[in-house]
């Protein structure tokens, strides 16, 4: 057995997933980030959303818990609040995240609650055969749009970072190495942190936008992920279809339970 195979559990995969999808390999990288920092199964705990990436939490060797749909960050928030010494990590697709759960996102953020979001972004509803998320890019397909998204995307990151989140990073499938590395810091971090993970749905994106299969996707985060301070010297021209990746912002703020525990102080001194 490989070390980081400890924080997966045997007995359930095989796994759901279909042949190529990219869930597995930031799974991995998570499995990886929690062999990197020696991390404590008892006192780790991850929480999942509804979607397929959510359903790596029950293929993880810890305390989990898969919730509802988009509400897996107030679950979390629950879980931190109740044992701040907790290592809170929430696994979450961008339907579940940015969608149904957006609101729940932004605030998290804007609390800086201590917990560590990756977000799985394969830019479509997988589970649920392929229907338009709002991270779906203009001009792709989906159930929900066969003659195209006409609906413009955002950016989750620079959504989180405006929100207050405190550690922000990007990293792809097909760069799994730093991927561990950027999860393994985002847990390190002292509040909210965002890991966006670009991967692939070759099944409910890919082969209805003619990407090819898994392979061919994964090459295509190789061509257009650039290292943030490559892609800063970029024109607006080239960046066209490219993005950053690394850490794309981090900074140090007040953390949520921490401040709640003060206050809880306070109100028991009756200060
Ligand atoms: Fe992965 Fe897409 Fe299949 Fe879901 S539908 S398991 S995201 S390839």
């Known amino acids: ?11 359930h995969i095989p796994h759901m997933w279909c042949p190529g999808c ?31 990436s959510s359903r790596a939490s029950g293929y993880m060797n810890f305390d989990t818990l898969h919730t509802a749909h988009g509400r897996a960050i107030p679950f979390a928030t629950g879980i931190k609040l109740a044992n701040p010494k907790l290592k809170v990590i929430v696994i979450t697709g961008d339907g579940d995240c940015t969608a149904i759960g957006g609101n729940h996102f ?9 917990l560590t979001v990756i977000l799985f972004n394969n830019s479509i509803y997988g589970m649920t055969g392929g229907q338009e998320s709002c991270l779906t890019p203009v001009g792709k397909n989906a159930t929900t749009a066969p003659f195209g998204s006409v609906d413009r995307p ?4 620079e959504l989180a970072k405006g929100a207050g989140a405190t550690y922000i990073a990007r990293g792809t499938a097909y760069h799994a190495k730093p991927l561990v590395d950027l999860i393994a810091q985002g847990i390190l971090s002292n509040g909210f942190s965002l890991v966006e993970a670009i991967t692939q749905c ?10 090819g299969d898994a392979s061919e996707m994964l090459k295509s985060m190789r061509e257009n992920a650039v290292n943030l301070a490559a892609f800063e010297k970029l024109s607006d021209d080239q960046k066209c279809d490219k993005y950053p990746i690394g850490i794309l912002y981090k900074r140090e703020a007040p953390e949520y339970t921490a401040e709640y525990a003060r206050v809880i102080k306070m109100a028991k001194e009756g200060k």
């Open 1 to 11: 057995m490989r070390t980081y195979e400890k924080y997966l559990r045997e007995e």
């Open 22 to 52: 990219g869930n597995g390999i930031v799974m991995k990288s998570i499995a990886k980030a929690a062999e990197k920092l020696g991390l404590d199964q008892d006192n780790t705990v991850i929480v999942s959303g509804i979607g397929c």
């Open 106 to 114: 932004i605030h998290a953020a804007r609390r800086n609650v201590d």
């Open 154 to 157: 955002f950016d989750p990151c």
């Open 202 to 211: 070759p099944v409910a994106y890919g082969r209805r936008n003619k990407m």
